[in-house]
């Protein structure tokens, strides 16, 4: 089956894509720290400043999934600068819903980003996840946190509205 | 000791420079940097800036041996999380040796804290070295979370040919 297409997505799609950002959540075993709404994805994705650009996998709908959906695959991602070396690509998400894997969509969504002209992308995976970090690593990417020892750090509203305050 | 907080213009960008150099530095990384002034100019100052910077400065009579007021800065961008919605990502905080332990670098951490809340940002994320003991232990008091330790997250990068690579089928 390579019947399918990428594109842009489309303010219309901002339900898909919470659809499939939870089932990568749930898959990650973190679902319930989802609380972004289509509200949000449509605001802060269509607007005069986006805060992220997305691509979407389409198939027909002869081809759509057993719950009836034709919106199969994404990549969430944002532009970032390295005080180093300058613009990075940052891929926030990335996923292929599970029966559609294996027919190079993940690979060709690789590709679209590649030729964003950036020299280099950052993403995140949890240790846990083996074959994820396996698929990148035999593919030439450096897990930064095992060999040069970063730590990813994070700070929530409620305490940086203390920090404000201090 | 005086000293006040202001976003970065065009004309700091020569001591950002001088400073993200010497935090390279302090990291063990200098042989990294390969983003000059001009890149700063460009890529911070343009319509669409890639990031945004605040810088800290003293008054003269405090300027140092070099004659530089200022002392320290930090970098920082909106980001997204699919989890949370609207973030800001505090890529460099950074003051000079001599003007540490005078709250400066708090100030500019909550300066981005204000900025990113004013944004409608719901978490403030960065990254520090695990041997940074002293940094680790600041940030820790302010209420941050080590993200790696308690939910395993690794940062990745992929560049250069490994980037080819990856978007080959």
């Known amino acids: ?166 | 000791m005086e000293f006040s907080i202001r976003a970065a213009n065009l004309e700091d960008c020569k001591d950002i420079a001088r400073m993200i150099l010497e935090l390279s530095e302090y990291e063990k990384l200098s042989d990294r940097v390969k983003v000059t002034q001009k890149d700063l100019e460009q890529d911070g100052f343009s319509k669409n800036p890639f990031f945004h910077g605040i810088v800290a400065e003293v008054p003269e009579q405090h300027r140092t041996a070099d004659g530089h007021v200022k002392i320290g800065y930090s970098l920082y961008f909106y980001s997204y999380s699919s989890w949370k919605g609207r973030s800001v990502y505090m890529e460099d905080l950074y003051v000079m040796p001599e003007f540490r332990g005078k709250g400066i670098g708090k100030a500019l951490m909550s300066k981005v804290a204000q900025l990113g809340l004013a944004a409608g940002c719901k978490q403030l994320d960065f990254t520090v070295l695990d041997w940074n003991k002293s940094s680790v232990d600041f940030y820790m008091s302010q209420g941050c979370a080590d993200i790696t330790a308690d939910l395993g997250l690794h940062c990745m990068r992929c560049e250069g040919d490994a980037m080819e690579r990856l978007a080959q089928p």
């Open chain 1, 1 to 166: 089956m390579a019947n399918f297409i990428l594109r842009k997505a489309e303010p219309n799609d901002v339900s898909d894509i919470l659809r499939m950002i939870k089932e990568l959540a749930k898959y990650e075993e973190m679902e319930e720290q989802v609380i972004l709404t289509e509200k949000d994805l449509l605001e802060d994705g269509f607007g005069d400043h986006p805060f992220y650009h997305c691509f979407v996998a389409e198939v027909p709908k002869e081809k759509q999934s057993a719950d009836g959906f034709t919106l199969v695959a994404f990549a969430m991602y944002y532009f970032t600068y390295d005080p180093w070396i300058g613009k990075l690509l940052y891929l926030e998400d990335f996923y292929v819903m599970e029966e559609f894997r294996g027919f190079g969509m993940g690979s060709h969504i690789l590709k679209l980003l590649s030729e964003t002209r950036c020299s280099s992308m950052h993403f995140i995976v949890a240790e846990n996840n083996t074959s994820s970090i396996e698929f990148y690593k035999r593919r030439g990417a450096s897990d930064l946190s095992r060999e040069e020892g970063w730590r990813l750090f994070s700070i929530d509203k409620e305490d940086l509205k203390k920090m404000t305050k201090k």
